[in-house]
């Protein structure tokens, strides 16, 4: 087994007024060499924007892109005709591929939005560009991991184009629970969105995480009541 910490407060920041940000990894102004990515996760922004801002047309390729709100709406439109407004307990996904314009602002104007915005290398180049966008509140369990992403379009949550998974899960005090790779090969990127979690013999507070390799199941504890998102990814590039 190999692990890599990640401490919230090691992360990236900037703050623009309208954007309060937090980089996982190198992303605009942030660049850390030792901090490009994870396998294919390149990239992790935890955005609190405020009420009626947020970002105009722009363009994204070759990339998967998912959006997890935590708390208010964010409305979204794009080239491909596009309009919608996501919300706590929605995934929104865009397959970028040859390429899209898109817009996110916040829909409310008296209130913030909080919300992880997340890149995934795609295993395929050049894919003619989609939106999808779900409600997950009735998959949602406690004390129990459930899936909001994979590869296939058949299974629960939303798909892309990578061989990849993700859940998440609210956990009791107290409770436990082990996540099982799917994959040979792949690893395991953990956020701790609120709480406090041991994993692996570590301790991770909130928006502490931890990437695992070499390793076919991650165990973890709540320590206080909490939530996670698992993300599991493949180490390598490959098209």
């Not at 060499?33 to 070759?62: C, Q, S, W, Y």
């Not at 591929?97 to 395929?124: C, M, R």
């Not at 301790?203 to 599991?232: N, Y």
Request: charged share 25%; proline share 3%.
């Amino acid at each position: 087994m190999k692990t890599i910490l990640y401490k919230a407060d090691s992360r990236g920041s900037a703050n623009h007024g309208w954007l309060n940000t937090k980089h996982s990894f190198s992303f605009a102004n942030y660049y850390d060499p030792e901090r490009i990515n994870f396998g294919v996760l390149r990239v992790l922004n935890d955005d609190t924007i405020a009420g009626g801002k947020g970002f105009g047309m722009h363009p994204h390729d070759n990339m998967e892109i998912i959006t997890i709100p935590f708390e208010g709406d964010l409305a979204h439109k794009d080239n491909m005709g596009n309009a919608s407004v996501i919300k706590q307990g929605d995934v929104q996904v865009m397959s970028a591929g040859t390429g899209v314009y898109h817009s996110e602002f916040n829909n409310n104007p008296d209130k913030a939005v909080k919300l992880f915005q997340i890149w995934v290398f795609p295993n395929k180049r050049n894919v003619t560009p989609r939106y999808d966008q779900i409600s997950i509140r009735e998959v949602a369990k406690e004390n129990e991991l459930y899936q909001i992403l994979s590869p296939n379009k058949e299974d629960q949550g939303v798909w892309i184009h990578q061989d990849a998974w993700f859940h998440l899960g609210k956990f009791d005090a107290g409770k436990s629970d082990t996540y099982s790779l799917k994959k040979d090969g792949n690893g395991v990127y953990l956020i701790v969105i609120d709480g406090e979690l041991e994993v692996e013999g570590q301790v991770l507070s909130t928006r502490d995480a931890i990437g695992i390799w070499d390793i076919e199941k991650v165990q973890f504890k709540a320590a206080i009541d909490s939530q996670l998102l698992i993300m599991e990814i493949p180490m390598e590039l490959s098209y």
